[in-house]
């Protein structure tokens, strides 16, 4: 724990912090244009397409934020960030029928894996 309060305290370690909070306030921020723009037009898509990209780092963030926040023994700072966590998920998980790029890419990306990591077929070498 004293690493962390120690990198916490660094100015590698403030930047990195700041650079993730500015990364879950512009997620944040994308689901509130999400939120309020008209269902099926092209601003809402691209909303929920960024909110839906940056919504697990976010949440990975803010698991980083929360932790520094408990070693430094600041409880308030533990329970808005978990507050901020826990709302990120949900409104994750609420819209799932919403229009963005990932939608119908897991089945694509995952074939796409198992492709590249299948053992590939070898040829024998040509007699001759």
Partial sequence: ????AMF???MAGQVL??????????????????????PRSHRRYVASTVFRTLAVP????????VLVDAVFWSWMDVAMGVFVMVMIVFRLHHD??????????G???AGWARKQLSPGRSLAPAMG
Avoid: I
């Fill in 1 to 4: 724990m004293a690493s962390v």
């Fill in 8 to 10: 916490a305290g660094s």
């Fill in 17 to 38: 912090l700041s650079l993730g909070q500015t990364m879950v306030v512009v997620c944040l921020c994308f689901d509130m244009v999400r939120a309020l723009s008209v």
């Fill in 58 to 65: 976010s949440v990975l963030v803010m698991g980083v934020s």
């Fill in 96 to 105: 799932k029928d919403e229009d963005n790029w990932w939608k119908g890419k």
């Fill in 107 to 109: 089945k694509k990306l």
